[in-house]
């Protein structure tokens, strides 16, 4: 099935620091939506993004609808140990049976 | 609000035999239901949606017969991986949706870790 394109892959960052993560897709998605997950567990919703072009904040996680629909990214701010996890991007078309697309996933390493 | 449970949390078969999995939402109706497979260090795949009371719709790809999916409660699904061989191991995660809920949002169960030798 379609995946979307998550990058980067993983990434090595220094407490504190700030990440961003995008995600792109050749098709057109209504919803975005973000999620985290540690290992051994389902996914955890962090953020929903239902308007192109909006920008929606959960803390110190920002992530926006990009305008053109096909895309999307994601800012952790002043990261912190428990930030460890891998995130995903997930898309959603209206009337598409309500199934989500999901990204290829970027694998978050905090260095201490 | 809105926690979806798995059963078991992992099991381990022999080939051949089969593996029932269950998801439950404890405390919502869940008029849709969506299996997913996750492979080690890969995404989530959509194996199939079921809908209370009707067949479920398959992922292209996704064998039906050896994937059955039962969905006869608004808070119960289940997934049967029939006559499992090696490389049907994997992790296998539910989620549910209420038309409750605004957004259609899913809430993800905890995953089943399912190896078989």
């Known amino acids: 099935g379609q995946q979307l394109n998550q990058s980067p892959q993983s990434m090595f960052i220094q407490e504190g620091e700030d990440v961003s993560m995008n995600c792109t897709s050749s098709s057109i998605f209504n919803t975005w939506l973000w999620y985290k997950q540690e290992p051994g567990e389902g996914p955890v919703l962090l953020i929903a993004l239902y308007k192109a072009g909006e920008l929606t904040s959960n803390g110190r996680l920002t992530a926006q609808f990009g305008i053109t629909r096909k895309d999307s990214f994601l800012n952790i701010s002043a990261s912190i140990p428990s930030d460890v996890g891998i995130y995903f991007c997930a898309g959603q078309i209206t009337g598409g049976g309500n199934k989500l697309t999901f990204g290829t996933g970027t694998q978050l390493k905090v260095e201490l | 609000g809105a926690v979806v449970s798995q059963h078991p949390s992992r099991v381990i078969c022999k080939s051949g035999t089969s593996v029932k999995i269950e998801c439950r939402s404890l405390d919502f109706q869940a008029t849709t239901m969506f299996w997913y497979r996750q492979f080690p260090k890969q995404s989530l795949m959509l194996m199939a949606t079921s809908n209370e009371g009707s067949k479920a719709t398959y992922e292209q790809g996704v064998e039906k017969d050896k994937f059955l999916i039962n969905h006869a409660s608004l808070t119960l699904s289940t997934l049967t991986v029939t006559s499992a061989h090696p490389e049907d191991s994997s992790f296998y995660i539910c989620?549910?949706?209420?038309?409750?809920?605004?957004?259609?949002?899913?809430?993800f169960g905890p995953g089943t870790r399912l190896t078989v030798l």
């Open positions: 989620s549910a949706r209420s038309g409750a809920f605004s957004y259609n949002e899913q809430f």
